[in-house]
């Protein structure tokens, strides 16, 4: 699994962990009906207990991003493109709002915040 919890992040580790199978999921890096580990293995993999990873693996289900088949494991959900750009803009809308209205507060002009978006995204991470 391609997940690093950060210490000075203040979400708790199960979030950190569903936050980027999150991520994956909607990039599509983790398309639908990959198998995930097991909860063991993720968390031996990732040095955390079992009770992390469950919580982890309990909130992606609850938002519909993975499935559960009993006696074969967990799987990403099969979503369509229109669900998972609606899921996207959904997680990234309250975010927008944010930065927008810090923005605004901060008298900062459209074409600047749009500018430092753009010069940002292209960065990568």
């Given at each position: 699994m391609d997940i690093s919890l950060l210490p000075e992040d203040v979400r708790p580790a199960y979030r950190q962990i569903s936050d980027r199978i999150a991520a994956q999921i909607l990039s599509r890096s983790m398309p639908g009906g990959t198998p995930l580990p097991s909860i063991?293995?993720?968390?031996?993999?990732?040095?955390v207990s079992v009770i992390t990873v469950r919580s982890a693996w309990e909130?992606?289900?609850?938002?519909g991003l993975i499935t559960t088949r009993a006696g074969s494991g967990c799987f990403v959900a099969e979503l369509s493109d229109a669900e998972l750009a609606q899921r996207r803009r959904s997680q990234l809308e309250p975010m927008l709002?944010?930065?927008?209205?810090t923005a605004k507060d901060m008298g900062c002009p459209p074409d600047e915040l749009a500018r430092m978006v753009k010069q940002r995204y292209g960065q990568g991470d």
């Open positions: 063991r293995t993720a968390a031996k993999e990732l040095g909130a992606l289900e609850a938002d709002d944010r930065l927008i209205r």
